[in-house]
């Protein structure tokens, strides 16, 4: 059975820093590409980043560009999202989850698509106040 678990969310203030961590049984993590969503307080989730079956290639949405950066460690079956300069916008429950979709460098967005994504954590909590 597939399943993955969310680990690393709290709170932090503004400008600060939290790892989360993305655990994976039931499955070889290697098999597939590992997406990062999040829902924010009154609004849809979405997705953000997402990184593929080798590592190899990654995306982040705009607003997460410079600050976050997503890594994996296939042999720990984990993927990884380090979060630098929070912001009060971040404060959200966030969410990993695993696709076997294989996406063109060309159109590496497309990872961000949720519907692609068949199994899902239960999601972790971050909110950055100060």
């Known amino acids: 059975q597939l399943q993955l678990e969310e680990s690393g969310g709290g709170v932090v203030q503004p400008g600060g820093s939290l790892r989360l961590s993305c655990a994976a049984s039931?499955?070889?993590?290697?098999?597939?590409?590992i997406g990062w969503f999040r829902q924010a307080p009154g609004k849809e989730r979405e997705g953000f980043s997402c990184i593929s079956r080798s590592g190899r290639n990654t995306y982040y949405a705009d607003s997460m560009k410079g600050r976050f950066t997503i890594s994996r460690d296939n042999a720990k079956n984990t993927v990884y999202l380090q979060m630098n300069n929070l912001k009060p916008e971040d404060t959200g429950l966030y969410y990993c989850?695993?696709?076997?979709?294989?996406?063109?460098?060309?159109?590496?967005?497309?990872?961000?698509?949720?519907?692609?994504?068949?199994?899902w954590g239960q999601g972790t909590q971050v909110t950055v106040a100060s």
């Open positions: 039931g499955f070889s993590s290697g098999d597939y590409a």
């Open positions: 989850a695993a696709t076997r979709m294989i996406y063109s460098v060309t159109a590496y967005n497309h990872c961000l698509r949720s519907n692609d994504y068949a199994s």
